[in-house]
């Protein structure tokens, strides 16, 4: 009762285990009817994390499917505390590579949202990435003709704008890609 009142805190850990987790239940379904219900004239505001919560999400989950992809043995955690999302050991299999994500998510409502990540990517076939991601399809369309496979590393860290879009003149990255067998 304290917590619905505002008055105290919600602390807990939360296990998910499955072999199989559809996010896509849980996202807009694209119709006209959403798409309209999401479009207005009021102007986006920054996602405050709430400051009464302490809980920690593990996950074990064999087959994740979100948006058109698929995600294989996704384990990690991620805590949600004094107003700051963490991800970590978060690891996956996709596009017939493996996948890591670090990071964290910081929005107290007083300053611009923080955001801070790193993502390692090892043994990940060209053509799977080609195939499946759309804006390297727009971007790089050269890289249909790469064959082989890559390791890469990014970490990227910044601000968020009033529509939680990364404010550019705050982003700082660095990284490196390394082809194999290609």
Do not use: C, H, W
Request: aromatic content about 8%; proline content about 3%.
């Amino acid at each position: 009762a304290d917590y619905v009142n505002n008055q105290g805190s919600i602390k807990g850990q939360l296990k998910i285990s499955a072999k199989k987790f559809d996010l896509n239940q849980f996202m807009s379904d694209g119709s006209v009817e959403d798409s309209n219900a999401q479009v207005n004239d009021a102007p986006s505001e920054v996602f405050v994390l709430p400051d009464n919560m302490d809980i920690t999400l593990e996950t074990d989950i064999q087959s994740v499917d979100y948006d058109t992809y698929t995600l294989e043995n996704l384990q990690g955690s991620l805590s949600l505390s004094d107003q700051q999302v963490d991800l970590t050991q978060l690891t996956t299999q996709v596009f017939g590579g493996q996948m890591g994500l670090i990071g964290t998510f910081k929005s107290d409502g007083q300053q611009a949202p923080q955001f801070s990540f790193k993502y390692d990517i090892s043994s990940m076939p060209f053509e799977g990435v080609y195939k499946n991601i759309l804006s390297i399809k727009q971007l790089a369309p050269l890289a249909q003709y790469l064959e082989g496979i890559f390791n890469s590393t990014l970490v990227v860290e910044g601000r968020l704008l009033d529509n939680m879009m990364p404010d550019l003149t705050t982003i700082s990255a660095s990284g490196y890609i390394e082809t194999l067998k290609g």
